[in-house]
């Protein structure tokens, strides 16, 4: 069903020049959101986060047409406030 409300969303929006930030819970092991493949449908940018990771998914509209920025991924550390990302370093996946 959350993908028929995130579809709903997306046609609100059209022609109002905005953007959602849809944040949606996730297993651990796995990348897309409870929902599956129907969250993805939509979204133009699509982020995975865990604990020290950021992973991003998928994004329709490359900024850099000669690298397209699907699966890429960084490991991050938090600052001890946990507000602030700090030792970010490319993440490269086996």
């Known amino acids: 069903m959350i993908g028929s409300y995130i579809k709903n969303i997306d046609r609100k929006l059209q022609g109002l020049n905005s953007i959602a930030v849809i944040g949606l819970q996730k297993p651990s092991m796995r990348d897309t959101a409870f929902g599956g493949e129907q969250t993805l449908k939509t979204a133009s940018l ?3 986060m865990d604990s ?10 490359s900024v850099d047409k000669k690298t397209h920025p699907k699966n890429m ?15 970010i370093t490319p993440a490269w996946e086996n």
């Open 46 to 48: 699509y982020i995975a």
């Open 73 to 87: 991924a960084w490991n991050f550390e938090y600052e001890e406030e946990g507000t602030n990302f700090v030792d």
């Open 52 to 61: 020290h990771k950021l992973k991003i998914v998928d994004a329709k509209v």
